[in-house]
């Protein structure tokens, strides 16, 4: 079943005014009038330093929660209404935000209406709604879920947005989409380096965007190893403003896609004295955590530890970091940089990739 959820803010300057008995009958009184005939309120309490009351409509299908709180010299109230799409409350609720303004009529008062969230409507807009990495959330123009599958190692979906193109999601988590070209550009250092008869190594990059780059400047050989067959797979046939054909063959004349752990391929690598010019990681974004401990971390360290050894002596290393809001997260990786085995000088870039809707 479809739900619609809309959530009103409403603060004002002085305290103890939702306290008032009276005023909060009004504003029950308020909410119940725009849920319609057959609504009521229940469960009216005061609690500690704010009030509670619960209203319901059976009959229409929607309810209101609405919640008060005193305190720092304010009074805060929020009003949470689930409504169904076929009991649309849309210019009610707008009256609605303005009715309790007045009612409240309390001095340096503000409220906001958020945007309205869509619940279970199916298809591209079930996971249309999705956290940024300092938890803000962000909901996309998807207006359909092209494919999905689940491999060995992770959900695989994506999306059609008509803002961003098609967008490959993983684990519900954006990954990227066909305008993200800026990130490509930053994980290859477009502009900087020179691939012209070199030899590179790519950890990861199933949407195949770095392999594609990368074989239009040149290179002498790029390997790239890729452990998931469905992110290939889907990009391939729905990712082509990322991948273009790159991919359509795993291997060509100076490439090699190969599906399998890197970890190993590496360490065969090592084995065997072979050597590149570039290491490019994209397989996963630093942690975030409040230290460098963790599963996640070792991970990262025996990555790490690994590319250089498979690196000339003058050879590059890229990856992505994180968020620009996860300082923490990446002074602690820079630390870690520093205790490589390796002596290493880095350096760092800031981009903006436009489906993250933040600088990366």
Known sequence: MALRQSLLNFR??????????????????????VLGDGASAHADSEFGSGRFSFVANPRQQCHATLRSQEGDGKSTLLV???????????????????????????????????????????????????????????????????????????????????????CLVLDDDMNLAESDLPYTQAIIGDGV???????????GGGDGGILNQLLKRGPAYVEMLEIDQVVIDGAIKHLRGICDSAMDSLEG??????????????????????????VINDLTAIPISTSPIGSFWDFMR??????????????????????????ASLKMYEGELEKLSHNVAFSTNTVCVPSYNELW
């Open 80 to 166: 949470d209404i689930v409504y169904s799409p076929q009991h649309d409350l849309e210019e009610s609720l707008e009256a609605l935000r303005e009715d309790i303004g007045q009612t409240l009529n309390c001095p340096q008062f503000s409220r906001s209406r958020f945007p309205v969230i869509r619940h279970g409507d199916g298809g591209a807009s079930d996971g249309a709604y999705m956290p940024t990495v300092d938890k803000r959330w962000i909901e996309y123009d998807f207006t359909e879920l092209v494919f999905e599958q689940d491999s060995d190692f992770q959900n695989v979906k994506i999306y059609k947005s008509g803002q961003y193109g098609n």
């Open 193 to 203: 380096e020179s691939y012209e008869g070199k030899r590179v190594l790519i950890l």
């Open 12 to 33: 004002c300057g002085t305290s103890g005014a939702l306290l008032d008995v009276a005023i909060w009958k009004k504003v029950v009184e308020r909410v119940v009038s």
């Open 253 to 278: 004349s100076n490439y090699k896609v190969r599906v399998e752990d890197c970890i190993p391929a590496m360490k065969e690598h090592i084995a065997s004295g072979t050597k590149f010019d570039f």
């Open 302 to 327: 025996q990555i790490l530890d690994l590319s250089f050894s498979v690196l000339k002596s003058d050879g590059v290393y890229y990856t992505q970091g994180n968020s620009a809001c996860a300082k």
